[in-house]
């Protein structure tokens, strides 16, 4: 994994260096700039070396004929098994590592006039790069389709360009201005969703986009998506399919030339991972890979003992990270969350991601997760919510749904009053209610985009949280939280095969035994006994105690904490302390991040715009 960045506009070039700078945390391993000798562009990478750890590997990598420069972060899975076949087919290498083969493929391909896109659609992996070609003065820039890894891009004068891993390295070259239009897409989904960053002239590319600039002039194609490129006349994928890919794909990312561990919990996903990783090892004769979980104070959030348990059947060192408990610790690591992130974020979990980065970097620089797991396989209850309104509640008149969701009011339990709201209506009012995660009705929240409802309910929520909620929310944590440490997260779950089994079957089909039952029924037999039944509490912190905490910490007395918190909210004051109420109770999940959204919210403007130009861990 590595930070790129790089500028087309000449006065930017000297900068490109101090962008990397803002990017260091990201690859403490090495740094380097290339600049065209036309003087065209500047292109620069920092270096987090888990494959091919000699200097040779270095980047910018430079084509044999100098014709292609290249930055790369990600890493392509089964870059050996690629590389061999790519040498038989007549490309000569010079280092082991998965960037010379993206160079070298991409290359071939512009070379013979065929299309680069189709070349990265055929790589599993996860990455963002940079291709300059010299001879054509032509400048291309990849996402992966998963969106794992970020890219963003800064538009400059006379159709001039800059490129980053993180926004906050634009500071270099040109002052942030805050978009605060954002706010109500932010409120609706505790994140922004791409292309809108927060930054005004700041784009994030959008999953699977190829972009490629010249001259000033954009023009950009698609990187297929593995789902789009299943066999749609094939038999429905069986467990046996579905465990031989995930398989694969752990083994795939445990190569690497340096220590590897992996998260554990509770849960199904990160818990399948670490058993299929633990086999591998044993199959190569390797140490297993080190475990990590979190721990909590509170019981009711607490995974520790399933994950011991799971990691002495599986005979794994487990590491216990506290999490952090005291406000001040709380406030400070939010704060530089808000930084990496370079906008709006409201996902609390973010700080909880930093301190276990933190922790796990201590010990090993790649590390598994079960990134994935809930989106691809339905393992969200709003997912059989969906299930049960199409099969049952919208048949029901809806004068009678209407009424039965006035009858229970928000004291009722979330699960029930969120599905009778959203329920109460068509399937658009459905999908709106339970995809929008403000409950501030004066807040004006929403969804960022409502996708095609003409097919099954289930499967559009599915496919929403795949395509947007997973690349804007989880694994933006995982990718800022583990670089910030210099932390590779590598995430199984997420290999194409893997994304393309699961999008053959279809959401009935993953939810016919429960949620995730293919991924259930495959993984099993891995794990002990009780693990699969067990009730997976997730990775959440105690956020009404948290919101609590950190507001009293920042404001002080109620009445300031009001007038902070709800400043660019119109309602009156009693509605203020009735919603304030409500999400300190801690009886109200909704509400109470509605509110921690709108306090994160009012943190990030009063962040000042020279701080935000360093995401270096600060806490």
Same mark, same amino acid.
């Given at each position: 994994?590595?930070?790129?960045?790089?500028?087309?506009?000449?006065?930017?070039?000297?900068?490109?260096?101090?962008?990397?700078?803002?990017?260091?945390?990201?690859?403490?391993?090495?740094? !380097?700039?290339?600049?065209?000798?036309?003087?065209?562009?500047?292109? !620069?990478?920092?270096?987090?070396?888990?494959?091919?750890?000699?200097?040779?590997?270095?980047?910018?990598?430079?084509?044999?004929?100098?014709?292609?420069?290249?930055?790369?972060?990600?890493?392509?899975?089964?870059?050996?098994?690629?590389?061999?076949?790519?040498?038989?087919?007549?490309?000569?290498?010079?280092?082991?590592?998965?960037?010379?083969?993206?160079?070298?493929?991409?290359?071939?391909?512009?070379?013979?006039?065929?299309?680069?896109?189709?070349?990265?659609?055929?790589?599993?992996?996860?990455?963002?790069?940079?291709?300059?070609?010299?001879?054509?003065?032509?400048?291309?820039?990849?996402?992966?389709?998963?969106?794992?890894?970020?890219?963003?891009?800064?538009?400059?004068?006379?159709?001039?360009?800059?490129?980053?891993?993180?926004?906050?390295?634009?500071?270099?070259?040109?002052?942030?201005?805050?978009?605060?239009?954002?706010?109500?897409?932010?409120?609706?989904?505790?994140?922004?969703?791409?292309?809108?960053?927060?930054?005004?002239?700041?784009?994030?590319?959008?999953?699977?986009?190829?972009?490629?600039?010249?001259?000033?002039?954009?023009?950009?194609?698609?990187?297929?998506?593995?789902?789009?490129?299943?066999?749609?006349? /094939?038999?429905?994928?069986?467990?046996?399919?579905?465990?031989?890919?995930?398989?694969? $794909?752990?083994?795939?990312?445990?190569?690497?030339?340096?220590?590897?561990?992996?998260?554990?919990?509770?849960?199904?996903?990160?818990?399948?991972?670490?058993?299929?990783?633990?086999?591998?090892?044993?199959?190569?004769?390797?140490?297993?890979?080190?475990?990590?979980?979190?721990?909590?104070?509170?019981?009711?959030?607490?995974?520790?003992?399933?994950?011991?348990?799971?990691?002495?059947?599986?005979?794994?060192?487990?590491?216990?990270?506290?999490?952090?408990?005291?406000?001040?610790?709380?406030?400070?690591?939010?704060?530089?969350?808000?930084?990496?992130?370079?906008?709006?974020?409201?996902?609390?979990?973010?700080?909880?991601?930093?301190?276990?980065?933190?922790?796990?970097?201590?010990?090993?620089?790649?590390?598994?997760?079960?990134?994935?797991?809930?989106?691809?396989?339905?393992?969200?209850?709003?997912?059989?919510?969906?299930?049960?309104?199409?099969?049952?509640?919208?048949?029901?008149?809806?004068?009678?749904?209407?009424?039965?969701?006035?009858?229970?009011?928000?004291?009722?339990?979330?699960?029930?009053?969120?599905?009778?709201?959203?329920?109460? !209506?068509?399937?658009?009012?459905?999908?709106?209610?339970?995809?929008?995660?403000?409950?501030?009705?004066?807040?004006?929240?929403?969804?960022?985009?409502?996708?095609?409802?003409?097919?099954?309910?289930?499967?559009?929520?599915?496919?929403?949280?795949?395509?947007?909620?997973?690349?804007?929310?989880?694994?933006?944590?995982?990718?800022?939280?583990?670089?910030?440490? !210099?932390?590779?997260?590598?995430?199984?779950?997420?290999?194409?095969?893997?994304?393309?089994?699961?999008?053959?079957?279809?959401?009935?089909?993953?939810?016919?035994?429960?949620?995730?039952?293919?991924?259930?029924?495959?993984?099993?037999?891995?794990?002990?006994?009780?693990?699969?039944?067990?009730?997976?509490?997730?990775?959440?912190?105690?956020?009404?105690?948290?919101?609590?905490?950190?507001?009293?910490?920042?404001?002080?007395?109620?009445?300031?904490?009001?007038?902070?918190?709800?400043?660019?909210?119109?309602?009156?004051?009693?509605?203020?302390?009735?919603?304030?109420?409500?999400?300190?109770?801690?009886?109200?999940?909704?509400?109470?991040? $509605?509110?921690?959204?709108?306090?994160?919210?009012?943190?990030?403007?009063?962040?000042?715009?020279?701080?935000?130009? /360093?995401?270096?861990?600060?806490?």
């Amino acid at each position: 994994m590595c930070g790129i960045a790089g500028a087309t506009q000449p006065d930017d070039h000297s900068a490109v260096d101090t962008m990397l700078q803002r990017l260091a945390h990201r690859g403490p391993d090495g740094s !380097g700039v290339w600049s065209d000798p036309n003087g065209k562009i500047a292109l !620069g990478c920092v270096r987090l070396a888990t494959t091919d750890l000699t200097g040779q590997a270095n980047q910018p990598l430079i084509s044999t004929d100098g014709r292609f420069v290249l930055v790369f972060n990600g890493y392509i899975a089964g870059h050996q098994r690629k590389i061999q076949a790519a040498t038989r087919d007549g490309l000569t290498f010079q280092t082991r590592n998965d960037a010379e083969l993206v160079l070298q493929l991409m290359s071939n391909a512009i070379r013979q006039g065929s299309d680069p896109a189709k070349v990265l659609q055929t790589l599993s992996g996860q990455y963002a790069l940079a291709l300059w070609d010299v001879a054509q003065s032509c400048l291309w820039l990849a996402r992966d389709p998963l969106g794992i890894k970020p890219l963003y891009v800064l538009s400059r004068p006379g159709g001039h360009i800059a490129f980053a891993s993180e926004i906050s390295a634009f500071s270099a070259i040109s002052p942030l201005v805050r978009d605060e239009r954002v706010k109500s897409t932010y409120l609706a989904h505790l994140f922004v969703p791409a292309p809108d960053t927060g930054k005004e002239a700041v784009k994030l590319r959008p999953p699977g986009t190829l972009m490629r600039w010249h001259a000033g002039e954009v023009s950009t194609d698609h990187i297929a998506h593995p789902v789009y490129r299943a066999d749609k006349a /094939s038999q429905i994928p069986t467990a046996g399919d579905l465990l031989s890919a995930v398989r694969q $794909s752990v083994a795939d990312a445990m190569d690497a030339d340096c220590e590897v561990g992996c998260l554990v919990s509770g849960g199904l996903d990160s818990a399948g991972v670490a058993a299929l990783a633990c086999d591998i090892a044993r199959e190569r004769g390797q140490n297993f890979p080190k475990a990590f979980v979190m721990g909590f104070d509170d019981p009711a959030l607490d995974e520790t003992e399933a994950a011991q348990k799971l990691c002495r059947h599986l005979g794994q060192e487990l590491h216990v990270v506290a999490a952090p408990t005291q406000p001040e610790d709380i406030y400070q690591e939010l704060v530089a969350a808000l930084k990496s992130v370079g906008g709006p974020f409201a996902n609390p979990s973010i700080v909880l991601m930093r301190c276990l980065a933190k922790a796990v970097s201590g010990n090993v620089k790649v590390c598994l997760s079960g990134d994935g797991g809930d989106e691809l396989f339905g393992g969200y209850p709003r997912y059989r919510a969906a299930q049960f309104y199409e099969t049952y509640w919208r048949h029901v008149p809806r004068p009678l749904r209407r009424l039965t969701a006035k009858l229970y009011d928000a004291g009722t339990r979330r699960e029930i009053h969120r599905f009778l709201a959203g329920g109460s !209506g068509a399937r658009n009012h459905a999908f709106a209610v339970w995809n929008n995660r403000c409950v501030i009705p004066e807040c004006d929240a929403r969804i960022a985009q409502c996708p095609d409802l003409r097919g099954s309910l289930t499967d559009a929520m599915m496919h929403f949280d795949r395509d947007v909620t997973l690349p804007g929310n989880q694994l933006l944590m995982s990718d800022r939280c583990g670089m910030a440490h !210099g932390l590779e997260y590598r995430l199984p779950l997420l290999g194409h095969d893997v994304v393309r089994i699961a999008g053959a079957v279809t959401a009935k089909q993953h939810l016919k035994y429960g949620p995730k039952s293919l991924w259930r029924q495959a993984v099993i037999p891995y794990l002990p006994a009780g693990h699969v039944q067990h009730h997976k509490i997730g990775f959440n912190p105690p956020v009404a105690t948290w919101l609590l905490g950190v507001a009293r910490y920042l404001w002080g007395d109620a009445n300031r904490i009001l007038e902070a918190i709800f400043a660019d909210v119109a309602i009156t004051f009693d509605r203020k302390t009735a919603y304030w109420k409500r999400a300190v109770s801690g009886k109200d999940l909704d509400m109470t991040l $509605s509110v921690w959204a709108l306090m994160v919210w009012q943190i990030w403007l009063e962040l000042d715009g020279s701080d935000m130009g /360093s995401a270096a861990d600060t806490a």
